[in-house]
């Protein structure tokens, strides 16, 4: 059974740091190697925003403009993780975050919020408050 599982989500101080994780089970490494994974948010009252993105198929990965230069999305198919490094954390970057895997292998449907994605997590809630 396919399952993907966020991680590392907390309170944050504004300007601080935070890593979140997402693991992915039930795919072996190979088939993982070729879905796109992607991070999303959504904070309260908000539409869902595709945040980043990383394509092993065709090399792409992916920043909504919105955390460009702050973020940086990783991936260990070995390990079946996939990362976000989030740095210069403000307040309105508080929301839960998610991660989900395209079959697609492509970034495309992350870039546009995610709909038809084939795998999701449950989130995990990042808060930037001081």
């Known amino acids: 059974q396919v399952q993907l599982v966020e991680s590392g989500g907390r309170l944050v101080q504004p300007g601080g740091s935070l890593r979140v994780s997402c693991s992915a089970s039930?795919?072996?490494?190979?088939?993982?190697?070729?879905?796109?994974i992607g991070w999303f948010r959504q904070a309260p009252g908000k539409e869902r925003e595709g945040v980043s993105c990383?394509?092993?198929?065709?090399?792409?990965?992916y920043y909504a403009d919105s955390v460009k230069g702050r973020f940086t999305i990783s991936r260990d198919n070995a390990k079946k993780m996939v990362y976000l490094e989030m740095s210069s954390l403000k307040p309105e970057d508080t929301a839960v975050y998610y991660c989900?895997?395209?079959?697609?292998?492509?970034?495309?449907?992350?870039?546009?919020?995610?709909?038809?994605?084939?795998?999701w997590g449950k989130g995990t809630l990042v808060t930037v408050s001081s």
């Open positions: 989900a895997a395209d079959a697609w292998g492509t970034c495309q449907r992350s870039a546009r919020g995610g709909v038809g994605m084939d795998y």
């Open positions: 039930g795919f072996s490494w190979d088939i993982l190697d070729y879905h796109a």
């Open positions: 990383i394509s092993t198929s065709d090399g792409t990965i």
